[in-house]
């Protein structure tokens, strides 16, 4: 049996599949070690948005090449940029996800398959819902390790997701590239029935919070989705729609499957059915055939949506793609623009914040924080940290009800509402 060393970058669909990958491992007799100096066999599972990360995956792998015996690489940049490593002169395995488990010991160990133990962070289920996206936008890398979608039934993930929860998932965070094309691939997009059947058919209290949904893939399901938003408290009221462009030209030089009206509608929509929820969005900055009026329409796109939560990427060329036959922009005129919008953002989002004080939010505790703290999310699945923890008897998996006292621009600070006592019925002398 080996010992193994396994690292993990990127997403929380790389986290899954490295959840997977372990379970398959374990199930075989193998077993994790601290450090890859100890291990018989050491997997890395890369990620690779942009060049900088493919800077550090690299240096990483050559890294662990010299700290033990056997190297396999797999994940995002493994699959889509293998030679890069090769071409490094990096000794290694270079595996599918789902090759790994067999890879190890030459092929002693089975693949993943029904019945291996839940994917579990913690008090936080990561449940990958399918693999690769209907997208062919013209940056994107990772679609050439993913592929198209492909999607388990129903009827299959609500099971993984009652698996979770029984082996305590207070959390279950829906992942995939694109989960709102879930089910495209099959005829027809199922995320409104999943969620819905996550909610009404498995027992117990947890929150659901589902990942990344391109606004191509939204915009057809965005009424039934937000009525089950509206329906279910179980479901955080979040959603991450990835707009990347405020022109309608960048867009489609992006090969994007929408446009910005049909954005619009979607953050409509929601708006019109919760009262209280979370837009997460991104914006890349510096796209190469990007004017200075498409960016300055993706500046007005910002301040009239105000999302709570902005990621902001300056573009950068990835091999083989489309985007990476074009001229690109200077990087100071990327810099300036990427400043400027992560400044407006910065406003937007403690704006969002700073309404939060003084009010009272239901809160699940996820995660421990620095000292004594613990991180917590609220139905927006907006991050709230309540200190002193212990002096509270708070700690990962609890639900508390909490008054918000201040907020550090991207998240708040809170402290519990104390229970009061039950009134006492008058005595009579």
């Known amino acids: 049996m080996a010992r193994y060393h396994i690292e993990t970058y990127g997403c929380t669909s790389n986290r899954g599949e490295s959840r997977a990958i372990e379970s398959a491992l374990r199930d075989a007799g193998h077993y994790r070690v601290d450090g890859p100096e100890e291990a018989d066999v050491a997997i890395m599972n890369t990620c690779t948005v942009v060049e900088k990360t493919e800077r550090n995956m690299l240096r990483r792998a050559k890294e662990l090449e010299a700290e033990t015996a056997d190297l396999i690489i797999t994940g995002c940049m493994a699959l889509?940029?293998?030679?890069?490593?090769?071409?490094?002169?990096?000794?290694?395995?270079?595996?599918?996800?789902?090759?790994?488990?067999?890879?190890?010991?030459?092929?002693?160990?089975?693949?993943?398959?029904?019945?291996?133990?839940?994917?579990?962070?913690?008090?936080?289920g990561i449940l990958p819902i399918a693999r690769g996206c209907m997208s062919n936008c013209s940056y994107c890398i990772t679609k050439f390790a993913t592929g198209r979608v492909d999607s388990p039934s129903v009827d299959e993930n609500v099971e993984k997701a009652r698996a979770l929860v029984h082996a305590g998932a207070k959390?279950?965070?829906?992942?995939?590239?694109?989960?709102?094309?879930?089910?495209?691939?099959?005829?027809?997009?199922?995320?409104?029935?999943?969620?819905?059947?996550?909610?009404?058919?498995?027992?117990?209290?947890?929150?659901?919070?589902?990942?990344?949904?391109?606004?191509?893939?939204?915009?057809?399901?965005?009424?039934?989705?937000?009525?089950?938003?509206?329906?279910?408290?179980?479901?955080y009221n979040f959603i991450h729609a990835p707009v990347q462009s405020g022109s309608d030209e960048v867009l489609e030089h992006m090969r994007r499957q929408h446009r910005v009206d049909k954005f619009r509608e979607i953050v409509e929509t929601f708006d019109r059915e919760l009262d209280y929820w979370t837009l997460s969005t991104d914006f890349i900055v510096g796209y190469p055939t990007e004017t200075d009026a498409d960016h300055e329409r993706s500046m007005e796109l910002l301040r009239e949506i105000r999302p709570e939560k902005v990621n902001v990427t300056r573009f950068s060329k990835r091999p083989g793609t489309d985007a990476a036959d074009l001229k690109g922009l200077g990087g100071t005129?990327?810099?300036?623009?990427?400043?400027?919008?992560?400044?407006?953002?910065?406003?937007?989002?403690?704006?969002?914040?700073?309404?939060?004080?003084?009010?009272?939010?239901?809160?699940?505790?996820?995660?421990?924080?620095?000292?004594?703290?613990?991180?917590?999310?609220?139905?927006?699945?907006?991050?709230?940290?309540?200190?002193?923890?212990?002096?509270?008897?708070?700690?990962?998996?609890?639900?508390?009800?909490?008054?918000?006292?201040?907020?550090?621009t991207v998240y708040a600070f809170a402290e519990p509402v104390e229970a009061q006592p039950e009134p006492r019925e008058p005595t009579v002398a």
């Not at 809160?363 to 200190?387: F, H, M, N, P, W």
């Open 171 to 235: 959390e279950l965070r829906i992942t995939g590239q694109d989960t709102g094309v879930y089910g495209w691939d099959n005829g027809d997009r199922k995320l409104p029935e999943l969620l819905d059947r996550i909610c009404t058919e498995i027992d117990g209290e947890f929150r659901v919070r589902v990942g990344m949904a391109n606004p191509g893939g939204v915009h057809g399901i965005r009424e039934e989705l937000a009525d089950v938003f509206a329906r279910h408290d179980k479901l």
């Open 333 to 408: 005129l990327k810099k300036e623009r990427s400043k400027e919008m992560s400044e407006a953002k910065m406003d937007i989002v403690a704006a969002a914040y700073e309404e939060m004080v003084g009010t009272e939010r239901d809160v699940l505790v996820v995660e421990e924080g620095t000292g004594d703290s613990v991180k917590c999310r609220d139905e927006a699945y907006r991050q709230i940290i309540v200190q002193n923890a212990t002096e509270h008897g708070l700690e990962p998996g609890d639900f508390a009800r909490v008054t918000v006292t201040a907020h550090q």
């Open 80 to 124: 889509a940029q293998g030679n890069d490593f090769r071409e490094e002169g990096i000794d290694a395995q270079i595996l599918h996800w789902d090759d790994v488990p067999t890879a190890v010991t030459n092929g002693e160990c089975p693949t993943p398959g029904p019945g291996v133990e839940p994917v579990l962070d913690g008090v936080v």
